[in-house]
């Protein structure tokens, strides 16, 4: 596991085609993200990657699957542990003994990309593509905020939602050490400071949730000035992934993102990032919600998934990666907004 580790984290920031859209990386030394393997791979299994074709927000194998989960991507260096948890918790739980959850398939890309390949029929990689239908790979549980749950809700996919965690707001995604001394909001209009930003049409939700932050600290045209700003650069697809590349390659100084990817990229790779707190008042924080699709194919699955994600021993691991939960009765509650 050790060369796989090396051999998939070299090929980190490459490729990623999603329905039109792509990141390829700019450098031969692309962010070596840690493994996100949802189970452990078969002996023998050969990756096929290089520094510029590989997969990072599919996790998990498309046949077959006991469980099938997509969500808002911002969740991704929850799984591993939460997915350790989720397993031993089952086991233990009266009830949801018998559900088999060996094999788990999770999407973490931006959930407007997640809906769009359920309308569609097609999630699309390059020359490759998933058939995204009900006999196919088909979400049981959807994990995302508000948007996008009343999305699929207006698609009567979902039948309502209920909110079981918060972010910490947005923090300055910076390079280590923080050579341009950026400070807060207002540092991001120098003209020295490249700023990279979730594009208002590609991530929708992101930006709006960075921009909320950004009007309040900063008044209400800093989105739009930034966006004016010719050394800005925006993502083409998943600003998770590509703002860190952008600081890694040298094309960006700073990006805002929400605290647990700063807390995440400074803990596994302090050598490449840092980040600036932002200030508490107007600092924007995000709900996310849980909902169950109402055609899902593994219903005892995605029950046990959705009694867990209301549990203790969810919120523990949340709160250990760097959300808030929200409290058991709000967990319960059922959002149906028309």
């Known amino acids: 596991m050790r060369r ?12 990623l085609l999603l329905s039109g859209g792509f990141c390829f990386a700019q450098t031969p030394a692309p962010v070596l993200w840690p493994l996100e393997l949802p189970q452990a791979l078969s002996p023998g299994a050969n990756p096929y990657v290089s520094e510029y074709v590989t997969v990072l927000d599919f996790h998990g194998s498309v046949q077959d699957p006991d469980l099938v989960i997509f969500m808002a991507g911002n969740q991704y260096r929850v799984f591993p542990d939460l997915l350790s948890t989720f397993r031993e918790w089952v086991r233990k739980r009266p009830g949801h003994e018998p559900v088999k959850v060996d094999r788990i398939f999770y ?8 809906i ?11 020359n490759f593509w998933i058939d995204v ?4 790979l088909w979400p049981d549980v959807f994990m995302t905020g508000a948007r996008q749950q009343l999305r699929l809700l207006n698609a009567r996919h979902i039948e309502g939602w209920s909110v079981f965690a918060r972010n910490r707001g947005t923090v300055l995604l910076v390079r280590a050490g923080n050579p341009k001394d950026i400070r807060g909001v207002s540092d991001l209009l120098r003209d020295d400071v490249r700023v990279a930003v979730s594009s208002p049409t590609r991530e929708p939700d992101s930006f709006e949730s960075y921009s909320n932050t950004l009007r309040a600290q900063g008044g209400g045209q800093l989105p739009d000035l930034l966006l004016k ?3 800005t650069i925006s993502p083409a697809t998943v600003h998770h992934r590509e703002n860190p590349q952008f600081i890694h390659d040298g094309r960006a100084d700073a990006a805002p993102m929400y605290y647990h990817f700063g807390d995440y990229l400074k803990t596994r790779l302090p050598r490449d990032f840092d980040y600036v707190l932002l200030p508490e008042e107007g600092n924007f924080r995000d709900a996310l919600a849980i909902s169950t699709i109402r055609t899902a194919r593994h219903k005892a699955a995605a029950a046990a ?5 209301r549990s203790d021993a969810a919120a523990t691991v949340y709160i250990r990666h760097g959300f808030d939960y929200v409290s058991k009765e709000e967990r319960a509650r059922i959002v149906r907004e028309k």
């Open 4 to 15: 796989l580790d090396h051999v998939l984290g070299k090929a980190a920031g490459a490729a």
């Open 107 to 114: 999407a973490t890309t931006p959930p407007g990309r997640l």
């Open 116 to 126: 769009d390949a359920m309308q569609s029929g097609q999630l699309v990689l390059g």
């Open 133 to 136: 239908q009900p006999d196919k």
């Open 229 to 231: 700003k010719p050394n």
């Open 305 to 309: 998934w959705v009694d867990f994600i």
